[in-house]
Each structure stands twice: as structure tokens, then as C-alpha cells.
């Protein structure tokens, strides 16, 4: 078993800062994706920041030059940098790993608990 341990969210004014954490931990052989989804009250999850498998990073439109994805490999663990935070970045903010567990096997997708960030105006 894997399991996503986030932290970093919190409460900010528009305009503000916060950086998110995720660490994996467990049974872990090798991470191919790992990044971050966020969820806004009544709408759909959707994926803000990712590093791909072979190593690139993508970024939604709407937090492109605002937030930033980073990683350290050694600690398993990635990074969302949030600047210039606006009210529309209110959400749930999801880790998302896509986990090769045993050498060989079939890679599976971890999702962490969630951790809330909240912008006020």
C-alpha cells in the first residue's frame, strides 16, 4: 500500500501565498506521475499541476505563471507553490500519484485526503 500525506493548505487573502506538501510513503518501487487536482464546490475535479512520466511538468491554464510544481525525488515527495492566489482558487487540493509498487507489475493511482484552501477577497 501507498499512502499520500498532504499539508500546507490553509486560509489567505487573494493575493496571497501558500506551498503545499505531498510525501508518498509504503511499498513504493518507482512513481511514474505524481501532481495535484483541485475540487471547488459543485464542480468537477480537475488537474492543476503534474510532473508526466517522462519527466515534464503541466499546468492548467488558469494557474499557469501563478503556481509551481516541484519535486524531490529522494523524499518522494512534490511541491505546489501557490502565488498570487485569486477567490476562484478555492478548493480542495488532491495529491495524486500513479505507483509502480512491485517491479513489474501494473502502476495503480493513490489519491491523498485532501487538503482545503481557501481565498478571501
Known amino acids: 500500500q501507498v499512502q499520500l500525506a498532504e499539508s500546507g493548505g490553509g486560509l489567505v487573502q487573494a493575493g496571497g501565498s501558500l506551498r503545499l506538501s505531498c510525501a508518498a510513503s509504503?511499498?513504493?518501487?518507482?512513481?511514474?506521475?505524481m501532481g495535484w487536482y483541485r475540487q471547488a464546490p459543485g464542480k468537477q475535479r480537475e488537474l492543476v499541476a503534474s510532473?508526466?512520466?517522462?519527466?515534464?511538468?503541466y499546468y492548467a491554464d488558469s494557474v499557469k505563471g501563478r503556481f509551481t510544481i516541484s519535486r524531490d525525488n529522494a523524499k518522494n515527495t512534490v511541491y505546489l507553490q501557490t502565488n498570487n492566489l485569486k477567490p476562484e482558487d478555492t478548493a480542495v487540493y488532491y495529491c495524486?500519484?500513479?505507483?509502480?509498487?512491485?517491479?513489474?507489475?501494473?502502476?495503480?493511482?493513490?489519491w491523498g485526503q485532501g487538503t482545503q484552501v481557501t481565498v478571501s477577497s
Open positions: 495524486n500519484a500513479v505507483v509502480v509498487t512491485v517491479r513489474g507489475t501494473l502502476p495503480v493511482v493513490y
Open positions: 509504503g511499498s513504493i518501487f518507482s512513481i511514474n506521475v
Open positions: 510532473f508526466t512520466s517522462g519527466g515534464s511538468t
